[in-house]
């Protein structure tokens, strides 16, 4: 069946980098996405990667896809305290954009 | 935001009584769609919506209906609602006509259900 899986939580310090990591089921997901989730707020959408792309960056945001392994990752460079909050990726197999959500990894920023 | 608004914004009801929340979206989008946020699971489709009149049911359908009447409005009904509907509900639109376009979500809204 369909699973995203992702770690629960990452602690970083203040300036370094974050890495988040994802793996994914359905080979058949046209995009990838990334969406951003702080504290009692909505899902914001940070990125996302068309699948026959290995890489893709945006300003402090490069994601990663190994398709081989089914595997995406959040690279997140010069982590700030802003950048504190919940990270899910997505994949949308199938028609309509039915989004497959992970559970989502909390990630905590400290001086 | 993409013009997302769900009313009510929390709600704190009793098991048996029906509850409907509201998605409103102000830009003509297609699809639209109803995800449910509880710890441990990410967000989980419920229902969705391809056009007026036009919908299909989720990963999490059971104990929930759905009804679009107009563009601009997607309804999600809690016909008795229970203990284990306590969550979070999220909207969704698509930011285009095509159903690989990009989703934008709501505010979401905190129902409980004593």
């Known amino acids: 069946g369909e699973d995203v899986e992702q770690s629960l939580f990452l602690s970083v310090r203040e300036g370094d980098s974050s890495v988040i990591n994802c793996t994914y089921t359905?080979?058949?997901?046209?995009?990838l996405y990334w969406y951003k989730q702080e504290p009692g707020a909505g899902l914001q959408l940070l990125t996302y990667?068309?699948?026959?792309?290995d890489m893709k960056q945006d300003q402090r945001l490069t994601v990663l896809l190994n398709k081989k392994d089914k595997h995406l990752s959040l690279r997140i460079a010069d982590t700030q305290t802003g950048d504190s909050a919940i990270y899910f990726c997505?994949?949308?197999?199938?028609?309509?954009?039915?989004?497959?959500f992970g559970a989502g990894t909390r990630l905590a920023v400290h001086p | 935001d993409a013009g997302i608004t769900q009313s009510p914004r929390h709600k704190v009801t009793e098991t048996g009584t029906p509850v409907t929340l509201r998605c409103h979206q102000t830009?003509?989008?297609?699809?639209m769609y109803w995800y449910r946020q509880d710890p441990g699971h990410g967000l989980r489709l419920i229902h969705y919506?391809?056009?007026?009149?036009?919908?299909d049911k989720g990963e999490v359908s059971d104990g929930y209906s759905v009804s679009r009447s107009k563009t601009e409005d997607f309804l999600l009904t809690l016909e008795s609602a229970t203990s284990s509907q306590t969550s979070v509900y999220f909207c969704?639109?698509?930011?285009?006509?095509?159903?690989?376009?990009?989703?934008?979500f709501g505010p979401g809204t905190r129902l409980t259900v004593l």
């Open positions: 830009e003509n989008h297609r699809y």
């Open positions: 969704a639109i698509n930011s285009g006509r095509s159903s690989t376009d990009t989703q934008y």
């Open positions: 997505a994949e949308a197999p199938g028609g309509y954009n039915k989004l497959i």
């Open positions: 359905d080979s058949s997901s046209t995009y």
């Open positions: 990667i068309f699948s026959n792309m």
């Open positions: 919506s391809y056009g007026v009149k036009d919908t």
